[in-house]
């Protein structure tokens, strides 16, 4: 079964950096996308960042481009978000995902591309 634990969130101030973390110790076989994710009250869960299974392909939201780093050690099943230069707007609950997939060089955007979910982790960011 898939088992994602998220760590990493927390208060910060506007401009600051946060690096999120996501273990994987699922036992899944075959490829799998990793996604981030986050979600306001109130509001629908959005796609942040993705990358294949090979890591070689990212995908992000258009606000967090230049600012959003996503990666992947496959030595110890984890993922990272790391975030840089925070806004406020950037406040919500994160989650970490994975989606099968047959085609390792591909990331996926859609929450509906996606089989498992983290618990999700709060980052709040004050002005």
């Known amino acids: 079964q898939g088992q994602l634990v998220e760590s990493g969130g927390g208060l910060v101030q506007a401009g600051a950096s946060l690096r999120l973390s996501c273990v994987d110790s699922?036992?899944?076989?075959?490829?799998?996308?990793m996604g981030w994710f986050r979600q306001t009250p109130g509001k629908e869960r959005e796609f942040v960042a993705g990358?294949?299974?090979?890591?070689?392909?990212?995908y992000y939201v258009d606000s967090v481009k230049g600012r959003f780093t996503i990666s992947k050690d496959n030595a110890k099943n984890t993922i990272y978000l790391q975030m840089s230069s925070l806004k406020p707007e950037d406040t919500a609950v994160y989650y970490c995902?994975?989606?099968?997939?047959?085609?390792?060089?591909?990331?996926?955007?859609?929450?509906?591309?996606?089989?498992?979910w983290g618990q999700g982790t709060q980052v709040t960011v004050s002005s």
């Open positions: 995902a994975a989606g099968f997939t047959l085609n390792g060089n591909t990331a996926y955007v859609g929450v509906a591309n996606y089989n498992y």
């Open positions: 699922g036992r899944r076989f075959g490829r799998y996308v």
């Open positions: 990358i294949s299974w090979s890591g070689g392909t990212t």
